[in-house]
């Protein structure tokens, strides 16, 4: 157990549909990294948060959004949701930012599993 | 941007002999190497990593190499247990507090008993 907490851990939606996403980081963990797993593009990073506040971002669609509250708890909102969405969706956490030793260890989630019909 | 790649994508080895799974990056400013393996219906577990100003790290069974040179680098399992059959994914960061991780498509390492 990484520590790190997701729910739900099923969704099942219909296209044009919203949902949320939520994750827990491990108890210290400023940073909260969201990535997406599909069987064809592997695990993609989607987006950082560290206290609060967007650090980096990767290739997260517009329709998606996500942030990071003052408990430092995330959500990952996906919008207008389409066939391709269905995915895993993970979250990660680590100490701090990348570069600082042991503060960049990132330790994931056991994911959220969407499907959209 | 960082690219990863990992070969072969799958591999099968016989319980008690040793796995080496390889990964190519071509960022040549990367400095942490992490390696995760991820089990059915779960999330990637972090099993080990490596900096750039290390060439090798060993943990009991596990170890990973990197050359620098040749911007590759290796996890190396020994004395192999069916409990290792998972999908085993490397990744690369380069520096930078906003630098992402890149990951490797994965690879499935299948231990025959």
């Known amino acids: 157990d990484s520590g790190v907490t997701q729910t739900p851990k099923h969704l099942i939606t219909a296209t044009g549909q919203r949902v949320t996403l939520r994750c827990s980081p491990r108890?210290?963990?400023?940073?909260v990294y969201w990535y997406q797993q599909s069987l064809d593009q592997g695990l993609q990073f989607l987006i950082q948060y560290y206290n609060g506040e967007e650090r980096a971002k990767g290739n997260i669609l517009e329709r998606f959004s996500a942030q990071q509250f003052p408990d430092l708890h995330s959500e990952l909102n996906l919008s207008s949701l389409e066939l391709g969405d269905s995915a895993l969706y993970f979250c990660?956490?680590?100490?701090?930012?990348?570069?600082?030793?042991?503060?960049?260890?990132?330790?994931f989630g056991p994911g959220t599993r969407l499907t959209v019909l | 941007g960082e690219n990863v790649e990992q070969h072969p994508s799958t591999l099968s080895v016989q319980e008690g002999d040793s796995a080496v799974i390889k990964c190519t990056y071509s960022d040549s400013a990367s400095n942490y190497f992490p390696w995760y393996k991820q089990e059915l219906g779960k999330g990637p577990q972090l099993i080990i990593d490596i900096r750039s100003n290390v060439g090798e790290k060993k943990d009991q069974r596990i170890a990973v190499t990197l050359n620098k040179t040749a911007k590759h680098f290796s996890l190396h399992i020994t004395e192999t247990q069916p409990e290792d059959s998972a999908v085993y994914f490397c990744?690369?960061?380069?520096?930078?507090?906003?630098?992402?991780?890149?990951f490797g498509k994965g690879i499935t390492l299948s231990v025959r008993p």
């Open positions: 990660a956490s680590s100490l701090g930012l990348a570069g600082e030793m042991l503060a960049d260890e990132q330790f």
């Open positions: 990744a690369a960061r380069d520096t930078g507090a906003n630098s992402k991780l890149t």
């Open positions: 108890s210290g963990d400023l940073s």
